[in-house]
């Protein structure tokens, strides 16, 4: 009799093990796969942060990261892209969050009052040989940082990379590229962050880059173009009134990345721009800025970034602080919880050449900021 029971219920067992196989669904395809198998590459990431300033006003410091004291989603950014070394192929770039109001191209509103979305980047490729060229819009070619958070090694950005850089553009580039350690572009555009032009002359491009080791990287761009002067944001004042009508605005950039070792990454950024007839009376604007960062991976989970920066508003068009340099010294420490997770910590002063810094019921010429930084990528 217990035999027979024993059979049976080993029967039953077996019975109902085919018919739960039998109702769970086989495995499909992850997205990743049906997108590589489609040919199309994918990158996303969300950064949030927590940032304080030890200022009474932050959000009239002209910075890219001048948010009050506050908890904030930064960046979700999506990127899709099929650009295959032979035909044709495109990009499209989404991102949302604070940083979005920020990277806008005219003619949509950019600042806190804005919708946090933007379409950083969509354009068509076509490349045969060693030429490839693209239209649409699409990031700038200057500066060491960039809108993508997963390339910076700090939380926050640099002075020059709200002003002494454009973010993106809206026209056409051509890259030829004769060997695999040297490229050259060429591209003409809306000038800058205008996805519609501001004025009718365009904005030529020539750039380089030039990586002739593992070790050593080096890339230069130019920008040449009628632009439409403007005022620092917010209640900073430029030092005269500012010109109304159009007038030249040249940009030279250059960045050399050195890696002596595997750990330690030696970053060189300098920029040199000119805005001719940017005040009233008729005279110039110039301004410089140099950023040299270093980066330490001490173990495959920390690393440290020290960034120093130096910039020169020589004619006080650009920043509101009045005429001459503001230095900053920025320290950040990162943490890898997992390979897809980075945790940051930031510490950073600036000296600007006035008191232009409001501090409780007085001014200062110097402010402290202080963040901390979850990046996850997916």
Do not use: C
């Amino acid at each position: 009799m217990m035999k027979k029971l024993a059979m049976t219920i080993s029967v039953s067992m077996g019975l109902l093990a085919g018919v739960a196989q039998a109702d769970t669904p086989a495995a499909g395809p992850t997205i990743d796969q049906l997108l590589s198998a489609s040919g199309i590459s994918e990158q996303g990431y969300i950064e949030a942060a927590y940032t304080h300033y030890d200022l009474s006003n932050p959000s009239s410091l002209n910075y890219f990261d001048s948010k009050p004291n506050t908890f904030e989603l930064k960046q979700a950014a999506l990127q899709l892209s099929k650009l295959p070394t032979e035909g044709v192929g495109g990009l499209v770039n989404i991102t949302t969050g604070s940083d979005a109001d920020y990277i806008k191209s005219y003619p949509y509103s950019s600042g806190p009052a804005s919708n946090s979305y933007d379409l950083t980047q969509a354009f068509l490729q076509y490349s045969h040989g060693i030429y490839s060229v693209m239209a649409g819009k699409f990031v700038t070619m200057a500066g060491a940082e960039t809108i993508n958070s997963l390339s910076n090694y700090n939380v926050s950005h640099s002075i020059a990379f709200l002003n002494a850089i454009p973010f993106t553009h809206t026209g056409a580039r051509l890259t030829v590229a004769p060997s695999s350690t040297f490229s050259l572009m060429l591209g003409e555009d809306n000038g800058w962050d205008q996805q519609q032009a501001k004025v009718k002359a365009k904005t030529t491009e020539l750039g380089f880059a030039f990586n002739p080791t593992a070790m050593v990287s080096w890339t230069g761009a130019g920008y040449f173009g009628q632009n439409l002067p403007s005022a620092p944001s917010g209640s900073l004042q430029p030092v005269k009134a500012i010109n109304t009508g159009p007038g030249m605005l040249d940009l030279v950039d250059t960045v050399v990345t050195v890696k002596p070792t595997s750990a330690l990454s030696l970053v060189l950024n300098a920029d040199d721009a000119t805005q001719k007839h940017a005040f009233a009376d008729g005279s110039d604007a110039k301004w410089t800025a140099v950023d040299v960062y270093a980066n330490y991976v001490f173990t495959p989970t920390w690393q440290g970034t020290i960034r120093l920066e130096s910039f020169d508003d020589k004619d006080g068009y650009k920043l509101g602080y009045g005429t001459g340099s503001t230095k900053s010294a920025t320290l950040t420490v990162g943490y890898s919880v997992t390979p897809a997770l980075l945790v940051r910590a930031e510490a950073r002063e600036d000296k600007a050449p006035t008191t232009a810094f409001s501090k409780g019921s007085s001014l200062t010429d110097t402010e402290q900021f202080y963040a901390l930084d979850a990046l996850y990528k997916f």
